[in-house]
């Protein structure tokens, strides 16, 4: 009977977290029911074995590889199961971070353009317009001409609002309302809005927040459901107690910007749908608006690992995600929700291949790394393959004593089901950690891809607003003067000030003149840079661009205007304010790239449940040759060469890839995506700049211990369990030492043993293992790796032990596995000796293959009462040679 925490499923005990799921995952139910089989044949053999006289009674067996049966089905079911969840829970997190990444930007956005001083300009005078237009008589020409001139300056503003969102394209309206919340001017002409009764109106002008964020229906975009628009009330001054003259609002491509995040985070053959959900559960983002669409509630439990819904008539599995927020930001209180159809949760994808493309040393090391498996998994291949050990051995021993022939073949199936149940566990498990394995490197890819995504997003925000700054009416007033006074370059240097206090993500920003003099700066500690003249590169072609689209970017170098260390610094032109096409400076802004890129590389880093970054897990942002732009470890210092061969550096635009390296004393998983640009920037504005993101996770140590091989006993091996008709044959008792396939005459061979007791003696041959105790008598163990010119391993106290008879007393050979015992027809028997043989070899005989037989090796048959003295033989001559007095130095050696 189960616990509370298990139940039974198709009589195999698992967790009852699994419940309702594990009929789901089609890999682990078909090993449940391979297993299951197999223990139908166990029940066959076992009732067999106890009719046949044998003395083999298989029921500890059966019942130990039943319980490893529950133990492998579980492991497997919960490994499978949080594979799939950690996979819902990635996209979740990151569906509604990346947004509010991309929304904090718009909170400064509106805070800032509210106080633009042609908006604030306009405003007085529309108001002044709009007054004399109430007293104006209808009809009149006054009446026309204030109407003509109000027509003007709003068509003025509305090409300002052009510029604007040709540079901030997220947003596809821009409104400005007075403080009744009439509308005066509006980018979208065709968008028929007048007056709005919308409560925002009112509580931007009051509200003590720095700006208005509503994401539903509203009268200013009448008809077009819910939106989300950011409104800020625009006042005389940017004093806090300063009289409100409007309302500023902007609209932002919400469903655009989701379509966009959901392609980035879907694949081919993806079944799962990505949503947005406000804070009651109703979906305001879809992937799939077909299949979960908008408005459609859903049940969500965001402390869940995982949960089973139910939605129109069909089960999904689904995990829910609360953001992280980001610099205090959290928005509306939005979630990230995941769902995906049960039928196809557990389809098993990415694993195919795996062994072709990594190095079976590397797989091998990072299947048996405690870091990713549970020592519970990790146990059940040991316990079944000491289970089976076990078996062969009762099987062996049984065909060592056994004459009749239906006797042997018995035993031999008994010890094929065994083979058989072992190699189900053996692939089971295989098979989980390739799947584990090829799990991280699509992991490590995801994440790289989400890193440099957020870096192409956020320095999209950096070229657009040098291009909107450049553009201040001030600025251009200024610089279109004959000369700047040390007032003017004051007024300049506030602003900057200000501005630099809403967007802290620059170091500093600092306003040139056509030749290229540095005349304010925002940040008041570098103010000892005023005066001077750039003579950079960065200066000399931001002075040359030609248009309000246009901007610079310097490369990614060591630059004094950022303290001597490295970064981007963007560049747009400023020009007159009377002949736009006329270059009267510039302004730079310096990116504060070393923590801003640092945060960006750890927010992308993998994590645990609890939302550590995994211990050694480090990211990097690098360009096509090496060079480091960012690294969360201090490895790799900026500026710097990566210095590792990933392979990464030819991925084309938007590309990526994963694979396992070795680096550091350890197997990493590295994941890399190269730069794809996000919106316009990088894509089609002729800025040209590949970086490449890669995530490191540590796999497993290197070992440098030298890998011996083993063989095992196949089944269907190629020799014959038939007892031949006459005495011309011999029996050999069959094992393995190494990659050797050795045999003894099965008349010299008592049993097949694993002792208790065994002790080393002092003073003995290398060859020597210890001593222990058997049928009363004392066993000497010896191991022949050595003669078989084998290298030497650690003794395991597991491995078989075969007792034969040498002369007239016992002695134990250690093995590493045991093999076949057919019956040799002497015609396959070849005693003949070379003249190349040693004379003190210890062969007896040499088994050919059979003719046309698969099995192509020979089978080498040890004489054991040769073999001692052989050994014994080789002592005394070590010792003789030992005891000989050395030739003086220099004397000739013979």
Known sequence: MGTSDTLQYKDVEIPATLAGLINHMADVEGYREELHNLGNQWDLLTILGQ???????????????????????????????????????????VAVDIVIRNLFERTADIGFLATDDDIREFLRTAADLNGQLAEAAPGSEAERELADLLAGHVDRLVARFREYVAKYTVYFNIILMDTEGNVLAQLDRDNDI?????????????????????????????????????????????????????????????????????????????????????????????????????????????????????????????????????????????????????????????????????????????????????????????????????????????????????????????????????????QSIGNLHETVVSGILNDVEFQAALAVDIMDRNLYERANDCRWWALTSAFRKILSQPSISTLDAETIGAILGYINGLYTVYANLFVYDER?????????????????????????????????????????????????????????????IARPERVVGGIGIVFDSEPQFREMLMDSLP????????????????????????????????GGTLGVDTGFSCLARGEGGSRIIEFDGSYYAVGARCSAGYREYKVDDGYKNDVIAMVFEPLAEVSERSRTVVRRREIGMGVSHKRATGADCIELATFYIGDKWLGINAIHVDEAVTPSGLTTMPGTPDYVIGKFVHNDELITVIDIRTQLRLPSVR??????????????ANIGIVVDALGEIPEICMDRVDRASSVLDSQKGYVDCIIKPELHSEQKDLLVVIDPTRLVKALICGLKDDEADAGRPKPPAGSPRR
């Open 607 to 638: 994590r645990s449940e609890r939302g550590d970054v995994l211990e050694g897990c480090f990211g990097v942002f690098a360009d096509r040759k090496g060079k480091v732009i960012s690294c969360t470890s201090p490895r790799f210092e900026v």
């Open 795 to 808: 003794f395991d106290p597991k491995a078989p032990i075969v007792v034969v008879r040498a002369d007239n």
């Open 51 to 93: 009719m046949s006289g044998t003395g083999t009674d298989m029921t500890g067996t059966r019942q130990g590889f039943l319980r490893l049966t529950s133990e492998l089905l579980s492991q497997l079911g919960l490994e499978t199961l949080k594979k799939t969840t950690q996979e819902l829970a990635g996209k979740a997190q």
């Open 516 to 576: 290229g003099r540095i005349l304010a700066v925002s940040d008041p500690g570098e103010s000892r840079i005023v005066g001077n003249a750039l003579s950079d590169d960065l200066s000399r072609v931001t002075l040359s661009l030609k248009g309000s689209q246009d901007y610079a970017v310097s490369p990614f170098e060591a630059t004094s205007l950022y303290g001597g260390r490295h970064t981007y610094i963007y560049g747009a032109a400023i020009t007159d």
């Open 194 to 426: 007048r007056h709005s009764a919308d409560p925002l109106v009112a509580e931007s002008l009051t509200t003590a927040a720095e700006y208005v964020e509503v994401f539903r229906e509203s009268d200013l975009l009448a008809g077009r459901g819910d939106s989300l628009l950011y409104a800020y009330r625009v006042a005389e001054t940017n004093e806090a107690d300063s009289a409100p003259l409007g309302v500023l609002c902007l609209c932002f491509r919400f469903q655009n910007e989701m379509e966009g995040v959901f392609r980035n985070l879907g694949s081919e053959g993806d079944w799962s749908v990505m949503t947005l959900l406000d804070r009651t559960g109703r979906v305001i983002a879809s992937s799939d608006a077909y299949h979960v669409p908008l408005g459609a509630v859903l049940d969500f439990d965001v402390e869940a690992k995982f949960t089973i819904t139910r939605f129109a008539g069909r089960q999904y599995l689904a995990k829910t995600c609360a953001t992280k927020g980001y610099q205090g930001f959290f928005g509306l209180g939005w979630y990230g929700h995941v769902m995906i159809p049960l039928e196809h949760a557990f389809n098993q994808s990415g694993s195919a291949g795996l062994r072709q493309q990594v190095d079976q040393a590397i797989l091998e090391a990072v299947m048996n790394d405690p870091r990713l498996f549970s020592e519970k998994l990790r146990s059940i291949p040991v316990q079944a393959e000491n289970i089976q050990r076990e078996l062969e051995r009762t099987v062996w021993n049984g065909n060592v004593r056994e004459s009749d022939a239906q006797s042997k073949v018995l035993l031999w199936n008994i010890s094929d089901a065994g083979a058989r149940t072992k190699m189900v566990f053996e």
